[in-house]
């Protein structure tokens, strides 16, 4: 197991990584030294089956453990299973004492981190993961549901007590929820770690590769750049935007295809090839964009849909939260390793945006 500690300015806490430790969750919540009360699970379809039971046995010093099963996918980042959420707590009596578990992938730590925020103005929660994809939404403490005019558009930032990464969980993953999560990892080694993406460009062939010691790595080290970005930037006034390098496409496909029906991570990295070719034309500078296309081939990443076409899409792009005054700001790449945010004018990305769709086979 390996152990990191993420450090924000509103709080500092443990992130544990290891092969089956969710079956350890009682010491991890009795050095956290919590006196917790009572505890919420929420999780959803897809992984209640699961491990919803092998949490509950796992809690062995509690009497009062509630669970609340919430549909699979986007759609239950929604308005009403967040109320329908707070109604059962506040049915149940949980008080400020109350333990929330975040047990799923992104959705869910963002939706139970969201209800751990509110309820009572924000009771303790911890971030259990069980997708690749959720090493990014599980920390640094965004939590948020969305809306149907945007993405995460009615949230928080709330740090949780811990994270508890069980790498075991992940290997009842589909192939589309590995190649999703590894295009977070992707985004983490071109924005901050040129030594990273040379790591995963030699070590990292097919999503195969990413298991055991290799797995732990690259979940470690893509989380370490996280933790660093967030360590200086909690609530992004600053550098922590460039955590959404690919996300400004990649969430007006997801709202212009509807919720779910593309997976975040193969959203993103179409948004990161997009990142990069805007980069090109903005600093004219060679960045080899068809050698990072034939790289995502690889691992069988989508190409944009070319039915949302360039204007829909610049008019989805222009409702992200980075957008100010109505202009498009978006994360940049000048090498790799390093980016900034910059401000685009609305022609200069339709313009490429109508290339970019050219070029869809």
């Given amino acids: 197991m390996e152990t990191l500690t993420i450090s924000t300015a509103s709080k500092t806490y443990p992130l544990y990584i290891g092969d089956r430790i969710r079956f350890e969750i009682q010491s991890f919540l009795n050095d956290l030294n919590g006196n917790f009360s009572s505890i919420l699970i929420i999780t959803d379809s897809n992984v209640e089956p699961l491990f919803l039971n092998d949490i509950k046995t796992s809690l062995t010093d509690f009497e009062n453990i509630y669970s609340y099963v919430v549909p699979g996918g986007e759609g239950a980042k929604s308005f009403s299973v967040f109320y329908d959420l707070l ?20 959705v869910i730590g963002d939706l139970a ?15 259990m993961p069980t997708t690749l994809l959720a090493h990014d939404s599980s920390v640094g403490g965004k939590v948020a549901i ?13 740090q949780p007590e811990a994270v ?35 790591w995963l460009h030699s070590e990292i ?48 496909i997801e709202a212009g295809l509807g919720y779910g029906k593309m997976s975040h991570g193969d959203a993103v990295a179409i948004g990161m090839l997009f990142a ?21 081939k690889q691992y069988n990443f989508p190409q944009i849909p070319k039915e ?6 610049l008019q989805l792009m222009k409702k992200d ?4 005054n109505g202009s498009l700001r978006m994360v940049l790449m000048k090498t790799i390793g390093e980016v900034e945010t910059v401000k685009v004018n609305d022609e200069f990305i339709l313009n490429t945006l109508i290339k970019e769709l050219e070029e869809v086979q």
């Fill in 308 to 313: 949302l076409g360039a204007d829909l899409l």
């Fill in 113 to 127: 981190g969201f209800v751990a925020a509110t309820y009572m103005r924000g009771i303790p929660f911890i971030q």
């Fill in 321 to 324: 939260k980075k957008a100010q």
């Fill in 276 to 296: 990069i070719r805007v980069s090109e034309e903005y600093y004219g500078i060679n960045l080899n964009l068809s050698k990072f296309k034939e790289w995502f």
């Fill in 205 to 252: 062939h097919t999503l195969a590769d990413l298991r055991a010691e290799k797995l732990q790595y690259a979940l470690a080290k893509g989380i370490s750049v996280k933790a660093q970005v967030v360590a200086q930037d909690e609530k992004e006034s600053g550098i922590r935007a460039y955590l959404n390098f690919g996300h400004t496409l990649a969430h007006a």
């Fill in 146 to 158: 969305n809306h149907p005019l945007g993405k995460n558009m009615i949230g928080a930032f709330y």
């Fill in 87 to 106: 109604t059962y707590a506040l049915e149940n009596e949980l008080d400020r004492k109350s333990l929330v578990i975040a047990l799923g992938g992104g």
């Fill in 164 to 198: 508890i990464y069980d790498t075991d969980m992940l290997l009842t993953l589909p192939e589309e929820q590995w190649r999703s999560g590894f295009a977070e990892v992707i985004k983490h080694a071109l924005i901050w770690d040129a030594d990273f993406y040379n």
